[in-house]
């Protein structure tokens, strides 16, 4: 089992930037994805962004160009860099990862954190 701790969320002005991380402990053999969703009040959760472990990236379109992914491989740790903030962005943010736990795991074992609320004021 994968324990998933997220932090950096908060409130901040729309323009303004906030970074959040996730870092995963447990039984890991190989983390071959990680990544953020999130869900706003009243909406379904959505795809942020995910990275690959050889470092392939893929970003919803909303966040485009104003989102980074990007990850330490040595710290199994996941960071999302958002910069110039709007309020559409106001959601909890969710980290997710794909584990390989054993090298005799024929699949990818998924988990979530438990969220983390990132407000934008206008």
């Known amino acids: 089992q994968v324990q998933l701790v997220e932090s950096g969320g908060g409130l901040v002005q729309a323009g303004g930037s906030l970074r959040l991380s996730c870092a995963a402990s447990?039984?890991?053999?190989?983390?071959?994805?990680m990544g953020w969703y999130r869900q706003a009040p009243g909406k379904q959760r959505e795809l942020v962004a995910t990275i690959t472990s050889g470092g392939n990236t893929n970003y919803a379109d909303p966040v485009k160009g104003r989102f980074t992914i990007s990850r330490d491989n040595a710290k199994n740790t996941v960071y999302l860099q958002m910069n110039n903030l709007k309020s559409e962005d106001t959601a909890v943010y969710y980290c997710h990862s794909w584990v390989r736990p054993y090298a005799s795991s024929a699949v990818d074992v998924t988990d979530w954190g438990p969220g983390n609320q990132v407000t934008v004021s206008s």
């Open positions: 447990g039984t890991i053999f190989r983390i071959n994805a």
